[in-house]
């Protein structure tokens, strides 16, 4: 018997639950792409996506994913040739990296595992040994959405700062711009890239590139920057078409725009509590289901925890048993282990994630938990009892 | 702190939740209302209505709600002077006579007060002391939204057989049809009404009157019947504008259609067992947190409760801060207390209900009572522990 | 070869083209009916309903059709036995007198043909020669949307008030309100009926019953008024509930309220001329096209057209060719001859109707004509030639 | 006054008018991109695009606008030290060369100005001029969307056979595509662009590269493509990811299946037979108004122009007057004249282009013919009369 037909929840981390608000606005015809309406919104556009990112600096937007930003900030700033320092927390770090070596830059990776924030001790240490500056730029994952490691970016700048290094300090907030709190500027952040698939709340499709002037001086040494990638035509440009390199993404920026009002006009502060207090419910129900049998948090130390992705283990074959369950028994629809795999588990089939960025509140998030916890009964997974009360504790103890 | 940003649930018995699927086909330009598709689908959308109301007899569709098809099927069959019994068991059977009584019918209430379905026992009493068949019509609510309480037609039917009364027996199942089973032809009802926004899972604005020979037979022997409700033009019309006098709800029949069409790819066994399962788990966490404090389901005996509302009572002014809590601070809309107002009570502050009917699924109501858990926590209202638990277990335990 | 694989145009004489902002506003999930924005709204879609209808008096929503206010104005201030006075100018007018009838009231039918507004003097005679005020009202379509004539009700009323007649003037406004102008207040109307999916831009499914205090009084002198239909109730209710006797058309309200807003910020005197041109437009081509052929306007008279439709004559079987070859070939679906039928032409095959009522504007009416005009070529249909030359010089001449 | 008021049309060229089933597909849920529904949905989806494009090779489908696209096939095959013969004649003929030179490729341009298509013989002179064949590939537009010129692909391959010159053939049919007939295998393309917001009718943000073998051996032998660019993990992957270098352009892939059953329930053939016939409409039109007055085709040559776009001259101040005129009298608007800019003429207010892209039908191109007409009239700008009449002579004397 199937109790899942109803309205079904993506409870995966990215891409999120769509707004109404949002879908709707992007019901529409196509605008003039040479005058009227739509270049008329590019200015607030980006205006507030820059207070969502907290910088004073500049933002292209580009058509593309998130891989789509990753090349498009690297292109930008490094070419043959150079190297970077890698922060890996998870899949999503080596994945940058990637992207940087298939254009022929040299990476030195720094590898804290699946279960461990940029240890910025090892990363000030890699620092003072590049006396020579070699690094161009050290990249660093606020949240890898694979393990839901955060990462201290503050301290990583505190220590290229002590140690006078002069690499950019570039950042993937794809995973948690509009859910933990980022700060560009305040935290010494050159470069920063996002989506607009998770916090943001847009459908899949364009990605940001935030720059400021140390990383444009940068740019500007840059033997060449292909046209596509360059961000300095799409920074206050003449003609909007610059914009975007070229025909804009119409019916996205209507759904941008309509996010982009929703987030400030809940504050971004509060939009960054919210996703605290429900994380919190989160892990206190994991905390109870993890007090007896396989359950655990991949992450053990609360601070290190994303507020947008908690990712789990949960001991083969629970984890895609769990899936498959509350997929199908109720309509939910939990995120896969990403990059997990072991040679005793080479389908991660022991893991699996929360998503819990962008549209979400307490009611979606306590059906998320009582599906799960129905789902470790259903399926007879011995787990600690209590998880759904002790999550609506965190609410209903919070200051709301 | 609100944490209520996010995807609302507005968990009230009516109007439901509306599928997507069902949006989306109402989201399109007028179609010709004299030739082409439109006609075309009225003989299926009029099979596939039957088919859920359980009936080889005709049905009328009116632009109208709950309360347009109850004066339009009173309209067709009786008329000033004439004399229903009503059985009563909340607030809309008391409703539904007060349109008999505008239109100058008498009639004769069965009172059940506000906790219990129709006592068989009573109706067969009275049907055996009007030996002159002066009550043209027996009218019954299946499932009486604001007490949620759930009479038994099949014994009504019985009543009126065992007595060989001639009255019609005549249905309201606006709050039950495609959530409760309902069987039109098999428990010999003569006239059922229901409305499109509930278990049919369509916006407002469209009702149904089902009908068999015999009531048509009553309708023939009727001096006059208003044009509006007369249900004879609207039954196998030769020129569809009869089916609707007049223009027909174009954007609801497509509605309607994606909404037939989901309920028979499910099958309407699986549709009432869903809602049955439903309702058992919120029937569990109700009792659970009835063991201590003031919560109390309104229906005591679980034969006589609805499949897809449940009345609740505890305690002024719980109920009203219940439902401000989970909707202000976690997006959760419950149902008011309807028809349950009393001196010490006048706003029924101390009732709630919620809705359960249509596009429910496991995740929903389990985030609805995970909810309404958190709520009684939040606000210091006693309660027994363990009601979510309760409900894990009924959904867990059921032949999934 | 099919050239109407495209964006198609409904040019029936209703439902119109819906507005994409008023169908985005539809496309939402069901709001509370119990307390919220909803209820908020009401006062605020009266006020701006009113405007439309020019009355600082009454109005009332009905979830209906055309059809349901017709029945629903006569239902509050007619019954069986009361006598009115029913002027004929199309098939509209002769169906208002049938929903009469159906409610046992006797009608007079001053007869005015298929191709003449109301003789007002023949009115007036009628009136002067029911010396015992026997007509307890005069009912009068404003637009005929089968014959296009529109009546001068201004002149109704002079002729009711000249001959010192007691009737209430009851006036169909269907077809015309927000296209042609209509002054309920100053023009002297009772009781004016219209519904939402012609001019008024919404989905069809809800209709309006406006009346002023004079019709007030004669309902409170009624017997009885069936709960559906009475109009007491849904004006300026405590309770939500009853401004629609029951559940609201939720979805319909946010339609209209966007439809109000779309008419209001245009300007309601901007609407009626921007009708008034597109129509000349219309009657320009249309005549220069009857200068040769069968091709000839049903109302000869201009005064006595309607802004919002307009019915030809063009021979058997042209009507039904060109509608054909226009639904076909270009996309574009005109509206059939609607009450015209003869006995040479039981189909009404010689005739046709363009709807341009509510949302058009120059390009969709130009589109419209240019193809009209590529069917009488492609079919070989005698006529006029520089129709749509005709047409874009009364739009290009316009003090625009 | 305006007469705006109504359905837009917006008949630039590109991004083009949206279908309505489009829409509503992309009006959605976000679905899981890691299995399910979306997963299921490739294969056919490529497969459809290749029909489209008439081709067995592959396809890789890049989140981007056309640039994307035009900067993904050059980073397949050529690198810095390369060089390319680039075809131009228009704007977007020079805008891809552009890309290429930003990417370090020497360009060699044949320059045809802006009013003829590539001139074949100079082609094969310059071919057989390389006797080292140092051009890697011959960059060619199959229409020009500025200039509204059509090249003949199949001749320009032939003057690649003819001297045996070893060049790729890549073309960009951004503006063709969907539109005018194009047969990649059989005209011996070896690369071909396209994005998905002109003939394929959906949102800009998706862009098409379809490559042949001979094409992917040449990219085997690059030294390096970028990882985001590549164009083989994204062709028949393993994993779902890689088809588009990580998160999937999800509602758009929901828009792109609607929008790839509709052109071939239509049929491909039928599709550009319909483009074709409207495209003759206009031309007539056109023709007729240049007979008197200023008004000008761009491409004299019928052979040479589009079936999607058209190019037209009016003289400075009229083509900005006349679509300023139709956006604000009408409710149409016109595409602004692009890469026509002189020293007399800098913001090419003497210019103004139809589109006619994707989902037209005659209606529609017939409103936007009467209008333009009605607008030459309102603003006095002398022109040859009948326009109207000649393209409604076209479409009835189709072989409709």
Redesign the interface.
Known sequence: ??????????A?P???????AV??A??????????GELIGMMPDILRDLKRVARTQHEAAIY??????V??ASL?NVVE?GDKVLVLASGWFGHGWS??AR???VECEVLEFGRRQPADVARVAEALAADKSHSFKAVLAVHVDTSSSAKSDIAAIRAALDSTGHSALLMVDCIASLGCDRFEMDDWGVDVMVA?C?KGLMV???VGFVFYNDKADRVRGEMR?????W?WRPRTNPEIFALH?????????LYGLRTALD?IHE?GLE??W??HK??AHAIWAASETWAMQGPFELNITEPTHRSHAVTSLRIGVPHGTSLRRW?QE?????L??GLGMATEEDPQSDGFFRFGHMG??????I??????V???L??LGIPHG??G??A???V??????
């Open positions: 018997m199937d109790l899942n037909q109803g309205r079904t929840y993506l995966i990215g891409p999120s639950v769509m707004p109404d879908l709707r992007m019901h529409r015809a196509s605008p003039n792409i040479y005058e058509i593309g994913n998130g891989h789509a990753w090349e292109a043959e990637d992207m298939a254009l022929g989506a698939q459908p899949a499709g060449r920057v292909s046209k596509y360059d975007f390199c070229g025909t804009a993404p119409t019916h996205h929703m809940e509060n939009v509590k919210r207090i429900l509350t028994t109720a309509g939910l629809t995120g896969i549209h979400v509140n307490a009611q979606m306590l059906g998320m938990l009582a599906t916890q129905t789902g009964v259903a009892v209590g759904v009360d999550a609506a504790a609410i209903a103890g919070s200051d709301v």
